[in-house]
């Protein structure tokens, strides 16, 4: 069953459903965080990306950073060595939307079908993160 499906967007609850695309999902991040078009007060962006616990999920196992409803991802990157610190939001079947403030980097992924792996571990969204940060540390000085 494909949950992306366009039929599916007249029901209530269609957000739920992960009906919508990346640029949108990122185009909200990207206002809310970097053009300060929500978030204006420095005090409530410090707030808002600053985990507040961090030990095992009792359903998953996974030891991850959280607070105010996102998950803090550190990770190094393979091909600079690189400590990025990614905050976002994993759904279910590896869709995903993420910022990174030092590098003022926002991008999403949206999958029409489920992919294995939780998280930040599917396949495919690893590879688009991998050839994102990439591009962004090739670049910089």
Same mark, same amino acid.
């Given at each position: ?14 957000? $739920?459903? &992960?009906?919508?695309? +990346? %640029?949108?999902?990122?185009?909200? !991040?990207?206002?809310? /965080? ?24 009792? $359903?998953? &196992?996974?030891?991850? +950073? %959280?607070?105010?409803?996102?998950? !803090?991802?550190?990770? /190094? ?65």
């Amino acid at each position: 069953m494909t949950l992306n499906n366009p039929d599916y967007c007249t029901l209530e609850q269609s957000a $739920v459903l &992960g009906i919508g695309n +990346a %640029r949108s999902l990122a185009e909200i !991040f990207n206002r809310a /965080i970097f053009e300060k078009q929500l978030f204006k007060d420095s005090e409530t962006l410090k707030k808002l990306t600053t985990p507040f616990i961090k030990k095992e999920d009792i $359903v998953t &196992g996974a030891v991850v +950073a %959280r607070g105010q409803g996102l998950m !803090f991802s550190p990770f /190094i990157h393979s091909s600079t060595g690189k400590c990025c610190q990614m905050i976002g939001h994993a759904g279910y079947g590896g869709q995903n939307i993420k910022f990174d403030l030092e590098n003022e980097l926002c991008f999403g992924y949206i999958s029409n079908g489920l992919k294995s792996g939780f998280g930040d571990s599917a396949r495919t969204f690893v590879r688009l993160r991998d050839s994102i940060y990439s591009c962004i540390l090739s670049s910089s000085p």
